[in-house]
DNA sequence: CAACAAACATACATCCTTGTATGTTTATAA
DNA sequence: TTATAAACATACAAGGATGTATGTTTGTTG
């Protein structure tokens, strides 16, 4: 049996034992197509059937791969929240803004520029926020879905008590207050961005939104 | 065959062909059950048989009042969501209220009690927001999901309109920015109660988050 | 009082889906 | 060089879920 015909991999013919590597390959693809996969149909109507036929390969290099569904879903979350996160974070706490208010907003910016630029991204959050269901085997990954948000109340929170501390916050404002307040509307805006379509109409203006947010709380006035 | 015993009905037995009102009634303990069952399996985990088992009928009867499971789903929402806009929005466009702003802090501190207080309302929004996949024959429900979220937004824009008119509003603010302001803080604020169950601690804030909210677009200054 | 239709219950056929068990190659280590 | 196991493909068994077709009462209308 031959395992390729004009070079291109073909199904119905076993050729499996492939090289590290090649494995590594099977698994991205595996967890690029389940991102399509969830994306397209919701994570309950994907089937790995599906999911395996778009990228390529059997049922059996999905269970080789992954446990069962849900380590799956992880999986394509992680692939993209990992580097995400580590970005937005870098920018909040980086040391080049001398206002923490500054960094606030450069940190919201680049998150909601880049899910407005990497299709990618903004598919996971769809996947995420719109097309997933957390019951059962999902509730508890709902937990590490939501590890992101609480811990960037507690982020913000600490930026906006240096900035009262710096004089940059307005008077009168108490840091875990505004701090709070941002955190919701930083969901709002992700919630809304992604929900209700808003085309050019918010992307463009969601900057602005940004601005306006903090423009708001800044001092000392 | 009786069609009861001890006065409780039984299945296995045909009974049918009730009068109207008991047809309402069957009628509305299935779009109850369904809201029971979509909470606990979320949507697409929802059997016709699980939701017909609980409401003590046969799938028989959901076919015979649903079309189909979008419809139910359609059905459970709209029992809970009519009367709870029509409430808030009674409050916001209250004569009773001077200044506008008074007005929307009011519907929306009414509408967080009522999410806090009511538990049937609670499990309609966390069915909307974290037990449905928006996709396929529910991708055109989500439009109608969304409606009122838009039409929200239009609403609070004419009061902060009304309130600029009246020198309520902080001078130098534009309404409009302050109306998209407040519709992601309060967007934001409804997912992320649902989302991390924060318990006593963000519940009982609620009230104080919106006041702050408020508080920092008041005027004249 | 007879016919009709509302308001369901029952039964049937079909199609998926999942999990697991069992092949089958081939890289790699001994 | 041979044995082992990685990296899959194939096959099998079983359990649902949906939609529809068809029964079966009984309130209601003429």
């Not at 992680?78 to 980086?94: G, K, N, Y």
């Not at 520029?113 to 990954?141: K, T």
């Not at 879905?145 to 960037?152: G, K, L, Q, S, T």
Request: with cysteine; proline share 3%.
């Amino acid at each position: 049996m031959r395992a390729d015909i004009g070079g291109f991999p073909v199904q119905g013919v076993v050729l499996v034992r492939k090289t590290r590597e090649e494995a590594e390959k099977t698994r991205k693809q595996i967890v690029d197509s389940a991102r399509a996969v969830f994306h397209r149909c919701g994570v309950s109507r994907s089937t790995l059937e599906k999911i395996a036929q778009e990228a390529g390969v059997t049922r059996g290099a999905v269970y080789w791969h992954f446990k069962d569904k849900s380590e799956l879903f992880f999986a394509v979350r992680e692939d993209i929240f990992a580097p995400l996160l580590e970005r937005t974070d870098s920018i909040l706490f980086s040391e080049a803004y001398a206002d923490p208010l500054d960094a606030i907003q450069a940190s919201l910016q680049e998150f909601f520029r880049v899910l407005d630029d990497c299709s990618v991204v903004r598919e996971v959050f769809e996947i995420m926020i719109l097309r997933c269901e957390y019951v059962q085997e999902f509730a508890s990954v709902q937990e590490e879905v939501n590890r992101p948000a609480i811990d960037f109340l507690a982020k913000i929170e600490r930026m906006y008590v240096r900035a009262a501390e710096r004089g940059t916050l307005r008077t009168g404002l108490d840091p875990f207050a505004a701090a709070r307040d941002t955190w919701a509307f930083t969901s709002g805006l992700l919630h809304l961005a992604l929900e209700c379509r808003l085309e050019e109409n918010l992307a463009t203006d969601v900057a602005t939104l940004i601005v306006a947010h903090m423009a708001l709380r800044r001092g000392p006035l």
